[in-house]
C-alpha cells in the first residue's frame, strides 16, 4: 500500500515539473518572437528619418497581433500585470507611427525591449514553482 502513495508521490512530481516546463517554453517563446521584431522594426530604421512606411506600419501590426495572441495564452500563466506594459508599448509605436515621431518611436521600442529582456530573467521555471 505504501508503495502507491510513493508513485501517487512521484507521478504529481513530474506533473508539477511538467507544467512548469511547459510554462517556461510558452513564455520564453513568446518574449523572444517579440524581442526579434524588435530587432527586425530597429533594422527597418536604422537608415530612414521618418515613419510614413508601409513596411513599418505592417511589422508593428504583425507585432501587435502576434503580441495579443500570445498575452492572451501567457495570462493564464502569468500575472497579467506584469505584462501588460508590453502591450501599452506597442499601442504607443501606433499613434508614434500617426504623428511620425521617430525619437518616441525609438524610446518606446526600446522599452519594450527591456520589459521582454528583464521579464525573461524572472519568468523562468524553478524549483520555487514547482513547490
Do not use: P
Not at 113 to 120: A, D, E, Q
Amino acid at each position: 500500500m505504501k508503495f502507491f502513495h510513493y508513485v501517487n508521490f512521484v507521478i504529481i512530481v513530474i506533473l508539477l515539473i511538467a507544467i512548469c516546463v511547459i510554462e517556461e517554453v510558452i513564455v520564453s517563446s513568446s518574449l523572444k518572437q517579440v524581442q526579434t521584431r524588435c530587432y527586425e522594426i530597429e533594422m527597418l530604421l536604422a537608415d530612414r528619418n521618418d515613419l510614413l512606411n508601409m513596411e513599418i506600419t505592417l511589422q508593428i501590426d504583425n507585432l501587435e497581433y502576434s503580441w495579443k495572441k500570445d498575452e492572451t495564452a501567457m495570462c493564464f500563466l502569468v500575472n497579467h500585470k506584469n505584462i501588460q506594459e508590453i502591450g501599452q508599448e506597442i499601442a504607443k509605436l501606433k499613434l508614434y507611427i500617426a504623428s511620425n515621431d521617430i525619437d518616441a518611436f525609438r524610446v518606446s521600442l526600446e522599452e519594450i525591449k527591456f520589459y521582454c529582456h528583464s521579464y525573461l530573467h524572472f519568468m523562468g521555471a524553478n524549483l520555487h514553482n514547482v513547490l
